[in-house]
């Protein structure tokens, strides 16, 4: 039985963040620069090539440009577990404080648009994830089976798990009309994955060789992402876009340890916004983004029940009971002159994680909700300009139990800082 309650510990595990950067659960606050200077606000507003990935219809009134830059992130996680209990559950965590290592990651980027006539274009864009992943010294769940135990089902350490992302949209926009553009994006996807310390897990699982250790596996997919944008006044612009749920194959060194034998695919989102010309260099902007965790099972299934063996790797296998959550981000920009643009921002959205699964949720506390941001570009010629974007989401923290271990209690906490950089060449 202390093996199956063992099974539990996957709340943290199945819902690795797939992104390096600032999150809502697992998504970025925002893409391209300009774009994250602001809040990450951008859906009606055509500024980068890289915010195609928010909304592809702004890309055909960029003209012929390509775009290099570097994110610099910075996450600081960790989880507290209590020793509030007067003798010790069948499982539960080693009481203290754990921070995991590897604080600092380097994600690059890059965007060309071509220019196929006046009225359409054509953009690459290229985006490296990776950086939400947790780095633990210790053998976190050594209390999750009995000391006397088979070799192969006791914890070792490091404990940890690592997700990367690289991410390739094509997309194609169009102007419709004078006021009204469309477009579309096909997106391909590729994820690698890896797992150590998670041997207590084996035993609740159908495939207990394909749960951890098993080094680095790759996973691949596909989806599409449409957006709109529309000139309402000289000053007021709307935009939507919808990306669908990425499909990826199944990661079959892990088919023990995601549900439906190692599906991990992609959550969809949605997002609407507007933008406001407040003066001819003043402009405001105002998003609100939908993220569906609840169509991906190894993120939305509960496990908050007891868990039994063979629980880990079916299709209604353990999940990290997640809900969809909704971000509102606000910012603005200001033309200080023709070489000089200044920008701040901020978002906001809501905990997907529940308090009943905060205790395990250790191996990825993708938990921060709220982000200020700073930006500013400078034209450094008639063609060539440089763009920055800093990032701070405070320490968010959410404190549970979990019926599975008692009347243990701790928290998971995150804060997080970013970094961007970016050169942007105009070539005409």
Known sequence: MGLALAGLGLGGVVAVPQTAEATFGYYGYGYGTQSKGMGGAGTALAQDPLAGMTNPATLVHLGDVWAV?????NPNRSYTADDNFESPPFAFITPG??????????????????????N?????????????NTDYSTAVFENFSPPDAPEQFQATSPTGIDLVQLAIGVSYSRRLNEHHSFGITPILAVQGFKATGLEPFRPVSIHPDHVTNNGRDYSYGAGIRIGWLGQITDELSLGASYQSKLKMSRFDKYRGLFAEEGRFDIAGTWNVGLAYKVTPDVTVAFDVQRYLYSDIKSISNPNDLPIAPGALGGSDGV?????????YKLGGQWRVNPDLTLRAGMAYGDQPVPSTQALFNILAPGVTRRHYTLGLSYRIDNRSEITGAFMHAPRERVSGTNPNTGPQTGFIQMDQNEFELTFTRYLH
């Open 69 to 73: 830059g570097a994110t610099l992130f």
């Open 120 to 132: 359409s274009s054509l953009t690459l864009s290229l985006a490296g994830n990776g950086g939400m």
């Open 319 to 327: 999940g990290f009971g997640w809900k969809d959550i909704t971000a």
């Open 97 to 118: 404080r754990i921070k995991s290592g590897t604080d600092w990651f380097l994600i690059p980027n890059f965007a060309r648009n071509w220019m196929l006539d006046e």
